[in-house]
C-alpha cells in the first residue's frame, strides 16, 4: 500500500511541474502564431469597383497577388471600399494590379495588425 501512495504522490509532483513547465515555456507553435499576426496588414482602398460583374473580373486577379490572405469589396458604399488583409502587404503593388485591371483605386488607411474580419 505505502509503494502507490509513494507512485501517486510522484505522479502528482510530476503533473505539477508539467503545469509549470507549459506556463513557462509555451509550445513553439504559440510563438510562431504570434510573430504571425505582428506582420499581419489591414489596407483599405477606395476604388471604383461598383458592380457584380467588377468584382467578378478583379477575383482572379487579387487571388493571385501573392500575401494577400483575404479581401472583401463594399460595393454598397459610397468609395466601393477594398479591404485587404494578408502578410507583408505592399499597398502600392496592390494598386498597380487593380489599375493594369483598368480600375481606379486609392489608398485610405493602412492597419498594423490584423484579425480574421476585414
Same mark, same amino acid.
Given at each position: 500500500?505505502?509503494?502507490?501512495?509513494? #507512485?501517486?504522490?510522484?505522479? @502528482?509532483?510530476?503533473?505539477?511541474?508539467?503545469?509549470?513547465?507549459?506556463?513557462?515555456?509555451?509550445?513553439?507553435?504559440?510563438?510562431?502564431?504570434?510573430?504571425?499576426?505582428?506582420?499581419?496588414?489591414?489596407?483599405?482602398?477606395? %476604388?471604383? =469597383?461598383? %458592380?457584380?460583374?467588377? =468584382?467578378?473580373?478583379? %477575383?482572379?486577379?487579387? @487571388?493571385?497577388?501573392?500575401?494577400?490572405?483575404?479581401? @472583401?469589396?463594399?460595393?454598397?458604399?459610397? @468609395? $466601393?471600399?477594398?479591404? #485587404?488583409?494578408?502578410?507583408?502587404?505592399?499597398?502600392?503593388?496592390?494598386? $498597380? #494590379? =487593380?489599375?493594369?485591371?483598368?480600375?481606379? #483605386?486609392?489608398?485610405?488607411?493602412?492597419?498594423?495588425?490584423?484579425?480574421?474580419?476585414?
Amino acid at each position: 500500500m505505502e509503494s502507490f501512495i509513494y #507512485v501517486q504522490d510522484n505522479i @502528482d509532483y510530476c503533473k505539477a511541474g508539467l503545469k509549470l513547465y507549459k506556463q513557462l515555456f509555451p509550445p513553439l507553435w504559440v510563438l510562431k502564431v504570434v510573430s504571425k499576426r505582428k506582420k499581419m496588414k489591414i489596407l483599405k482602398f477606395k %476604388t471604383n =469597383i461598383s %458592380t457584380q460583374e467588377q =468584382i467578378a473580373l478583379i %477575383t482572379p486577379i487579387l @487571388d493571385q497577388v501573392e500575401g494577400i490572405s483575404k479581401w @472583401d469589396i463594399d460595393p454598397d458604399s459610397n @468609395d $466601393n471600399i477594398l479591404s #485587404v488583409s494578408g502578410e507583408n502587404l505592399n499597398p502600392q503593388k496592390v494598386e $498597380n #494590379v =487593380i489599375q493594369k485591371a483598368g480600375f481606379k #483605386v486609392e489608398v485610405l488607411r493602412i492597419l498594423g495588425i490584423a484579425g480574421e474580419s476585414l
